[in-house]
């Protein structure tokens, strides 16, 4: 193609050096809310000693934001399989046109956990979809296409290990994650506007994912898998290994709402980051 | 329960009196991007002689953007089925506290046009699936439940009626509209990071879609069609009628990639707003 526009982006082959701009990337991390890896990336920056007024590099396709500090690309993805994936298609591009060869991505999120108490760390071992299948299923041209949705160990291995000098004894737990495609039915959850099974279908469900291994339940960790497997793996794009840390902010066992005060909830939300900043550290990945 | 939090909108019915902000609700208008519902309410705001100064209803919630003006609730629903599900089931739980008794639902969009030009309006008459069957299919509890999806023919011709009456003879088309997981693959785009089809396979695909009575694809429509008929419908929880009206940004059958220039692109982008204006201009649901 003579110009590529990536058009949620908002970056053209055009009128950007893809090269000059992001050439130096070794990091992407991706969070669902805008708020929240915007105040991860002024974190980076302060760390970094840049200033905190960070320009948002997306800011003309008008979906998502885009933020860079050192080699460290932060993003929001929106809530869902759909929207991550097409931040991860136009990221992928970037990625190519910038010439990066290995780049580790990494999501940071939150999620509802299953058996582990509001504020635990969850770092994926496995990313499954609501039929506990390690699949990311999609339809190419009508047909379904069912796409493997591994995650690097060692890299989960490594999180969990830094994760033990967080300050404040963070609880942190190595699970699978399920990947749902809704936060009320598919999730099991009896208090959407409506819901057509029984509490104790729900609590068979649950306790059923529990006893597979699974600690926590989020919307994205398959296609996330998935997409960033078939762009190293296969597709050769750049050599690429992925990471999902979420904190959990409800013990579904117990509750379907998320009920926590403000103050605790501010500082829950963080926990994702302040252990991807240790890891970012330790690769001196902030240096200018 | 006690309190209900919608945890996405951010208002519990601890804090928030549903039945003062929210009980002469009658419309509620959607679109993807905050931006462009943003600019759509502020349109709202100066037809009726308020202030464009319009908070964000949804603040504390960190996810959507929703703003008031008369009786119209506009709201941002992010891309993709998860994410406008998610806002549905809050919203209708919002109408339902504040004892709403009928709404109309419409989602102004954009879209990849087929066999019609950029700039074309297209209500849609039946909401599709990638395999062409009107459904919405989610997993709950593990198991696939494929839901209808019908819209309200009689607003889609109300709609189309209207349109006749826009400015600089807008081109307007009643037809059918695919809801896709995805902008690339999903979408038969050979421009994504990676495609696993031909170009002659992506075509096959297209022209089955066009010659089917297919006008456009995009991220939404058979969630939103089957979640507000369920609500309206089968949940009872009160009368819904749902439309769905999108501007086409580029013609599927010439090409994968949006080339407008910005003048165009913020023109037509305005389209579906101008006529969803034109129907509340009609039902007197702008007066405060």
Known sequence: MEEDLLYHLGLSTKSVNFRKEFGDVKFV??????????????????????????????????????????????????????????????????????????????????????????????????????AFESFYSLRILGKTVKRPAPLDPNLADELYELAQTLPDNVPVVKGKTVCANDFYEEQARLDGAFCQFTESEKMAYLNQACSMGVSNFEMECTCFAAQCYLAGVRASLFYVVAAIVCVTLVNRLESDQVRLNPKTYARIQQLPGQLVLALLRKHNALSV
């Open 29 to 130: 991390c991706v969070a669902g809310s805008a708020y929240r890896i915007k105040a991860f990336a002024q974190m980076l920056a302060k760390e970094a000693g840049l200033s905190t007024d960070l320009p948002n590099l997306a800011a003309d396709g008008g979906r998502f934001v885009l933020y860079k500090v050192g080699a460290v690309l932060a993003a929001d993805h929106g809530m869902g399989a759909p929207s991550i994936s097409i931040l991860l298609h136009e990221m992928f591009k970037l990625l190519h046109y910038a010439h990066c060869t290995d780049v580790t991505f990494i999501r940071l999120g939150t999620s509802g956990g299953i058996g582990v108490e509001p504020g635990t760390l969850v770092i994926t071992t496995e990313a499954l979809d609501t």
